[in-house]
């Protein structure tokens, strides 16, 4: 089994930051596509950013420019870098991963637990 377990949430005031992170462990032979997406209160889950293995990075068009995305491949951990955090970014964030197992033979999805971002004053 691959586990992924989010760090960092909290409450924070509009214009605030906040960096999540995310670290993958289990029986892991490589991991793909890591990404992390929200849910906010009564709407569906969203994509927020995605980082391929070869570094390559997609946002939602609402967090462009105030959040930024890293991974390090070799601790198999990704970050989120929040700043200039706005009412509308509340919502719980879940990590996600392409990982694929040791003597498995093909990728498969990971969902972390999620973790509470609040951006109130």
């Known amino acids: 089994q691959v586990q992924l377990v989010e760090s960092g949430g909290g409450l924070v005031q509009p214009g605030g930051s906040l960096r999540l992170s995310c670290a993958a462990s289990?029986?892991?032979?490589?991991?793909?596509?890591m990404g992390w997406y929200r849910q906010p209160p009564g709407k569906q889950r969203e994509l927020v950013a995605t980082?391929?293995?070869?570094?390559?990075?997609n946002y939602a068009d609402s967090v462009k420019g105030r959040f930024t995305i890293s991974r390090d491949n070799a601790k198999n951990t990704v970050l989120l870098q929040m700043d200039n955090l706005k009412p509308e970014d509340t919502g719980v964030y879940y990590c996600?991963?392409?990982?694929?197992?040791?003597?498995?033979?093909?990728?498969?999805?990971?969902w972390g637990q999620g973790t509470l971002v609040t951006v109130s004053s």
């Open positions: 996600n991963a392409q990982a694929l197992r040791a003597g498995d033979y093909r990728y498969r999805e990971v």
């Open positions: 289990g029986n892991i032979f490589t991991i793909g596509d």
């Open positions: 980082i391929t293995s070869g570094g390559n990075i």
